[in-house]
């Protein structure tokens, strides 16, 4: 069977404030958590290379859309599928709306909403 992917919508995104971690599918994820008063969502795209896990943010959730992070994200699994990772690199340097993070290096969204 195969992962479903656009699982999120536009209503669940604006609305959604309990901190965790959200997949849209195809490793997209929408990231929540709790600054001072109120939610603070980030698009990320996570990936193992080896052992090392990847994490690309894509930006936050008010300044990129949903159809733009899944948009970026699609151009990753396909940088992805062909093995070329710096193509996927030059694709999240191309994005204005986006920075590239290593998991291991900063703590990630998934880390900061458990705390």
């Not at 990936?47 to 896990?53: F, H, N, P, T």
């Not at 990847?54 to 899944?70: F, H, M, P």
Request: aromatic share 6%.
């Amino acid at each position: 069977m195969a992962r479903k992917i656009n699982l999120l919508n536009a209503r669940a995104i604006a609305t959604v404030s309990k901190p965790g971690h959200y997949a849209d599918g195809g490793r997209l994820y929408l990231c929540v958590r709790v600054r001072v008063d109120s939610p603070e969502r980030l698009w990320i795209f996570r990936y193992k290379l080896g052992a090392r896990e990847v994490t690309l943010s894509i930006g936050l959730g008010r300044d990129v859309w949903l159809a733009q992070a899944r948009e970026v994200a699609g151009r990753c699994r396909a940088a992805l599928a062909k093995g070329d990772l710096r193509e996927e690199q030059s694709i999240m340097r191309g994005d204005d709306i986006t920075q590239v993070s290593d998991a291991r290096h900063s703590p990630s969204c998934f880390e900061s909403a458990l705390v």
